[in-house]
């Protein structure tokens, strides 16, 4: 199994359960790795025969900053959703942090991993 990964990707975003998060925009901060096979894509270097990072980020940043989730495990779960059924990605793990939204702490979040590891 090998991993295409996407490290860092930073969007803004409306999310948090108080009120004054429903007024503002803050950051999300993704990383992702995502189970592929990279060798034919090796041996053809045919971007159509590997899974495309910066089309995955595209659609993902698009998503998020459309969005108005509560919670960070909502969107991480819906997030994991579009990687699997819009992609064709059979496992994938998400990390997904909101930094700044506990002053002392360096960053917050949730960590989910989807789908069936081959
Ligand atoms: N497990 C979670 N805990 C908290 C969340 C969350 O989304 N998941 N959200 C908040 C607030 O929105 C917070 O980010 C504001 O500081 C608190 N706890």
Do not use: H
């Amino acid at each position: 199994m090998d991993i295409v990964y996407i490290k860092g990707l930073k969007v803004e975003t409306v999310i948090g359960i108080y009120d004054w998060e429903r007024e503002i925009r803050q950051t999300v901060c993704l990383d992702l790795k995502m189970a592929t096979d990279i060798q034919q894509a090796a041996a053809s270097e045919d971007i159509d025969s590997t899974l495309n990072y910066k089309s995955v980020s595209d659609r993902l940043i698009s998503f998020i900053e459309t969005s108005e989730f509560l919670l960070v495990e909502t969107m991480a779960e819906e997030i994991a959703q579009i990687i699997l059924n819009e992609f064709g990605v059979r496992w994938l793990k998400l990390k997904l942090g909101k930094p700044g939204a506990v002053p002392m702490a360096e960053d917050v979040g949730v960590i989910i991993e989807r789908g069936e590891r081959f």
